[in-house]
């Protein structure tokens, strides 16, 4: 929650005052073209494209609430996502299905190659002497090391594949009896927060980010990796400052 605060906080402030690219507004008239291509769709709709929105509404909505409480496997929920709007929207043809996924086709091929480094790491316990020397440490310590070394980690690689690697071996220290349960659910928190916070500094290090670089519309705004890290860089300091200091203190 504090870092919630400071990060809400951050991004009022950078659209006040405008640092680091942000506080742009939307001119005149491109707001003209938009506001006429507003009314000719609402002219377009007809009960056929309201009962889609509402599908589409409702779908989001189970999305929300699957997530939320953990209903299935993340991948089931997508598939799950996937067939519900296809099939209520009338889409069931396969020539039809197959554009919807071009435009992640970029980002797909980035995350297999992502999937793929890891997993190397992993099978060859590269991570391991960095975990073996932070579980050597004081129990004060350990969880504010392991958000240092997650966090720049998962700066240039993906974090979920980073936090899924640390908590598997942090997993198998604790079923070898280096750790306590107290000690366990205190690394989990570190894991999760330092894969998190710190790697909104790089768009490797977030898939939103990622996916925004990759999309048909980064070149339409002139979005580049460098420019992602500039306007991302008040945000790191922040939120990995606020995270560090809080996981220091309450852990």
Not at 20 to 36: I, K, Q, S, T
Not at 57 to 67: F, N, R, Y
Not at 102 to 117: D, G, H, R, Y
Request: net charge negative.
């Amino acid at each position: 929650m504090p870092t919630l605060v400071a990060g809400l906080l951050t991004c009022y402030l950078l659209e006040v005052t405008g640092k680091f690219g942000y506080g742009a507004e939307l001119p005149h008239n491109v707001r003209l073209v938009l506001e006429d291509f507003q009314r000719g769709e609402e002219l377009k709709r007809n009960p056929n494209s309201n009962a889609k929105l509402l599908v589409q509404g409702l779908v989001a909505a189970l999305l929300v609430v699957s997530l939320a409480l953990h209903l299935a496997a993340v991948g089931l929920i997508g598939l799950m996502v996937i067939v519900l709007l296809t099939a209520f929207n009338g889409i069931v043809e396969e020539h039809q299905i197959g554009h919807a996924f071009e435009e992640a086709l970029p980002f797909t091929a980035l995350l297999v190659v992502f999937f793929a480094i890891v997993a190397v790491i992993h099978e060859q316990h590269l991570f391991t002497p960095v975990i073996d020397a932070v579980l050597h440490m004081s129990a004060d310590v350990r969880p504010s090391m392991f958000f240092l070394a997650n966090g720049a980690l998962s700066m240039i690689s993906d974090n979920v594949f980073v936090a899924t690697v640390y908590i598997s071996e942090v997993k198998q220290a604790f079923d070898a009896g280096t750790l306590t349960r107290l000690e366990f659910d205190h690394m989990a928190v570190a894991i999760n927060t330092g894969t998190n916070l710190p790697s909104v500094a790089t768009p490797n290090g977030q898939a939103a980010f990622l996916f925004l670089l990759t999309s048909a519309l980064a070149p339409l705004i002139r979005l580049s990796y460098g420019r992602m890290v500039i306007m991302a860089l008040p945000y790191t300091l922040v939120l990995t400052a606020v995270g560090l200091f809080c996981v220091w203190e309450f852990l």
